[in-house]
């Protein structure tokens, strides 16, 4: 039987195929008893403390939400409120912490932040973004691709935009779950070579693809999903015009989607900033199935919570 309880939850790539399927099929059950109006406390008494150096909607409301739902009760610690804010040693917030919480959420730019404090935590550290990985938003991504589509094997997803931590965790999550990736860039805006290696490594199955291309109507040919990002991640505000000439053949819009199969889908993580990343048109044609993905955040993140906390 599979356990993850006192795993921290930093990167897709520390676990198995098999692991993450134990995190979908719980977070699915958690969502089944939701929606049926049951909601387990398996987490009671049980406290999340939240570290938020980035701003948040989805990520803070579907981990606050969640751990309620699932009986326990969260601690929102801003940088500017805090002794984080005035130069604390991330390894001495983790002992501090590890003292009162049962679990820490930290979103934040510098992965290795991440990485330290779960070093020195003594209790579950869950990575709610960095500027590298996004893997609590894949969780969410996968559960609403399988509701979808009804599997991951085999499935061809490809991700038109820049190359950033979501484009990262998306390669990861499909070499460990025998999804196809494409991935479609500027060229100057790619996925890093050492996440393109890293993700080759741990290909589950060695006839899984994962493909990089220049062009959106090249890597949309076939395609079962097509996702797409914001083109400046927060922290590149200063880039944004920049970014908007560089990507502005990178849109996602109905000339690319004809060229996916007839009964593809299209996601998008949010927020959406409709006429540059992706058409108006299109987001909206494919509005339910966006919000249900933006929905299965709470699950997802219940889920992983419930996996390495209880």
């Not at 130069?87 to 290795?112: C, H, K, M, N």
């Not at 060229?187 to 062009?215: D, F, H, M, W």
Request: charged share 25%.
């Amino acid at each position: 039987m599979i356990s993850l309880k006192g795993r921290d939850f930093i990167s897709l790539k520390d676990f198995s195929k098999d692991e993450i399927d134990y995190i979908l099929e719980l977070a699915f059950h958690i969502k089944k008893r939701h929606k049926a109006g049951g909601d387990n406390p398996v987490l009671s008494n049980r406290v999340l403390a939240m570290i938020f150096k980035k701003a948040s909607t989805r990520t803070r409301i579907a981990f606050e939400v969640g751990m309620y739902q699932l009986g326990g009760s969260s601690v929102f610690l801003s940088p500017h409120e805090t002794q984080i804010g005035r130069g604390e040693p991330i390894e001495d917030t983790a002992r501090v912490l590890s003292g009162y919480v049962d679990a820490i959420l930290i979103r934040t730019f510098d992965q290795q932040e991440v990485e330290d404090l779960a070093k020195h935590a003594s209790v579950p550290v869950i990575n709610g973004l960095t500027d590298l990985y996004h893997p609590t938003q894949i969780v969410a991504d996968m559960m609403t691709i399988i509701e979808e589509k009804g599997t991951l094997k085999g499935i061809n997803l490809t991700y038109i935009g820049d190359g950033n931590n979501v484009a990262h965790s998306l390669l990861i999550a499909g070499a460990i779950m025998g999804m196809n990736v494409t991935i479609a860039t500027p060229e100057c805006y790619g996925v890093k070579q050492e996440i393109r290696e890293l993700a080759e490594s741990l290909k589950s199955n060695p006839e899984t693809i994962l493909r990089y291309v220049n062009c959106p109507f090249e890597g949309a040919e076939d395609a079962d999903v097509l996702y797409t990002d914001v083109w400046a991640s927060m922290g590149q505000e200063e880039e944004a015009e920049g970014r908007r000439t560089a990507f502005s053949g990178f849109q996602l819009n109905e000339k690319v989607l004809e060229l996916a199969k007839s009964d593809a889908i299209v996601m998008h993580c949010l927020p959406a900033y409709k006429g540059q990343e992706i058409s108006a048109d299109v987001f909206e044609k494919f509005a339910d199935v966006i919000f249900s993905e933006s929905e299965n955040r709470l699950h997802a993140h219940k889920g992983i919570m419930a996996a390495v906390i209880m």
